[in-house]
């Protein structure tokens, strides 16, 4: 018996339990089945639990099998062990930051170990010399997250990754603010996970052709998938509504896939698709000139979308106060845009601005 203690700065909802494979790259699977649970760290008392099954049934979300449960919260500052059986299968040893990243809402506390064949609280604390994972869990935050701009619930293999840029060309139908750029990993569905080269994304205004931001996606697992992409953040940038932009990438080394919206390609309301867009034979990133079909989208690049924040001063939506705030604001007023409006008159004037620093000052 293993576990792992574990605290969360906010409130969860978790929504699987898993075990880790380490013969996912084989048609095998887990050796056993596996039950993992999570406790009260206080108490002992097991919360909820699950069996991960043997084989291959139960979905590979990166290195763990993962099955469902029916969602269960845990509270910020509570502690707790999620624990497991270890016998017949390996775990995987890790130091945090080396091989294994802590999501930022939890922080990890001890290692801990129990006797008995059966799923039991492993009330023994060991020395940290480096966690051993077994047993993982999947959450929801009670918190506003960033969102895809669009998603492949069901990605395949596609394209051959040939040297070009291709994208997508968009329309926000209101003002939106883009956190992350991203790229398709058709590798989830391989033996390989991750991308197999870097691809560096941008997005375009299509009145002048002009960067407005880009970022390069590494390689490997470095980059948080979510759904059928992996991003990296940017500095959040505000997309102004019934605006035409693109988004574009570099697709050398990596399969894309073509897909046609409203049935295996999932939009969000907030933007609208109009076509698939690219630079042939480009093997640096620019303006994706040429415009390839109407008809289907290529996947390729995607970008998140931060949630609204119900803090005025939080302008660029990143869900601090910090004085990239006050440049959002001045890009606001500059532009006209929504969040220059600080006083909730419905007009973008000078007394924003004072506005804007009683906002700022009151905190959030």
Known sequence: MTGTSFVSSVDLTVTRLG????????PSGLAVSHPVGIYNADTGQLLFSATVPAGTSAPLVNEFRMVNISNRQLEAGQEYVIAT???GDAQMGALIDE???PNPFITMLNQ?????????????????????FGAVFEFIPDVPMPTPAWDVPNPSNGGSGNPNVFGTRFTPNEDITVSALGYYDANILGSQEGLSASHDVGIYDD???????????????????IGSHRYVDISPVILEAGKSYSIAATIAGDDTTNTTPGSSLVVDSRVSTSAWVGAFGATSLTFPATTVTTSTRVMGPGFLIAPVSACAAD???DGLLTPGDF????????????????NGDGACTPTDFTAWINNFNAGC
């Open 207 to 225: 009145s002048n052709f002009q960067l407005i931001t880009s970022v390069t996606v590494p390689a490997g697992t470095v980059a948080e998938r």
């Open 112 to 132: 801990h170990s129990g006797g008995g064949a059966g799923l039991s609280f492993p009330a023994t604390v060991l020395p940290v010399s480096s966690f051993r």
């Open 19 to 26: 075990y880790f494979d380490d013969r996912r790259f084989s």
């Open 99 to 101: 091989r294994v990243t």
């Open 315 to 317: 302008v660029n939506g």
């Open 85 to 87: 059986t270890i016998a």
């Open 327 to 342: 440049t959002a604001w001045i890009n606001a007023f500059n532009n006209n845009l929504p969040g220059c409006d600080q």
